[in-house]
Every structure is written in C-alpha cells, then in structure tokens.
C-alpha cells in the first residue's frame, strides 16, 4: 500500500500543522487561566456571594423568624427596664 499525500493517517506521520497549533493554543489557554490566580479568585468570589444569596433567598423564613424573636427580645428587655425604675 503506497502512501498518497492526501492520506496522513499512518502512525509515522505527525498531524498537520494547523492541529499542532490548536491543540498547542488550547493548552497555552489552558496554562494561563491557571496562572491568572486574581480571575479565579474573583470567580471563587463570585460564585460564593451567588452561593449565600441563593441560600439566604431559600432560608429568608428563618431569617425573618430570627429578626421578630430579636425585635420582641428588645422590645421585652425595654419594657421590663422600664418597669423597675
């Protein structure tokens, strides 16, 4: 079996120069948003700030639960201050 020009499909032959330079462009890419650490620390950021306004959104219940039991705890410590004066 003779090999044509056309056909690049034997284990000898390296792939075609434009692939080489994908495949090396992507793992340039790849290299240097491992490298830009302020990118992922801003995304770490980002997601947790997404993450806790999801779960405040989700638990906002609990929350108001939490903010009437504090403003009744005031609101008592007041009256019985005022009461022993």
Do not use: C, F, W
């Amino acid at each position: 079996m003779s090999e044509t020009p056309e056909n690049n499909t034997t284990a000898d032959t390296p792939p075609p120069v434009e692939q080489q330079r994908q495949e090396l462009a992507e793992t340039v890419d790849a290299l240097a948003a491992k490298l830009d650490v302020p990118a992922r620390v801003n995304d770490a950021a980002s997601r947790t700030a997404h993450t806790a306004q999801v779960k405040a959104q989700e638990n906002s219940t609990v929350l108001i639960g939490a903010a009437v039991a504090a403003v009744l705890a005031v609101g008592t410590i007041v009256i019985v201050r005022r009461r022993r004066r």
